[in-house]
């Protein structure tokens, strides 16, 4: 399952690849927020990463003006690896190389044609393990 959240600042992208993700018939569960009344990223980084974690098929999409608000906020879980990205080569190595969860997109820097680009990679990647699986356990702090 896809898992949406953002900020007001990444509200009208997030609509915009509902939409997209609508056409293409992927089911998308929007977490908020819900409209551009200025809101606190990150109540809802929290509440993406709490649907994300529910299984571990879920993936999310996190959006704010830059990008990073969300993905340092994500990222407080040892569970989430959050990444800001900004091209479908960062989002090919997000999941390949780091195994990323999340994604995160910078509303402000990316439109939708550059998103749904950089999404579809994400989601098409599949992690190569080996060596990189010896470094995301540190990272989340198992051995």
């Known amino acids: 399952m896809i898992i949406m959240a953002s900020d007001h600042r990444g509200y009208m992208l997030k609509e915009q690849l509902k939409t997209f993700f609508n056409e293409e018939n992927i089911i998308t569960i929007d977490v908020g927020t819900y409209s551009k009344e200025p809101v606190d990223y990150p109540d809802f980084a929290k509440l993406g990463v709490e649907k994300v974690l529910e299984d571990k098929n879920n993936v999310g999409i996190f959006i704010c003006g830059s990008g990073i608000g969300m993905s340092m906020a994500a990222n407080r879980n040892p569970k989430i690896r959050a990444a800001l990205c900004l091209s479908p080569n960062m989002a090919m190595l997000a999941r390949k190389d780091n195994d990323a969860n999340v994604l995160c997109l910078p509303a402000l820097f990316v439109k939708r044609r550059k998103a ?15 060596r990189h699986a010896r470094r995301i356990k540190k990272i989340s702090g198992e051995k």
């Open 116 to 130: 749904i680009n950089i999404i579809k990679v994400f989601l098409t990647t599949s992690f190569e393990g080996g």
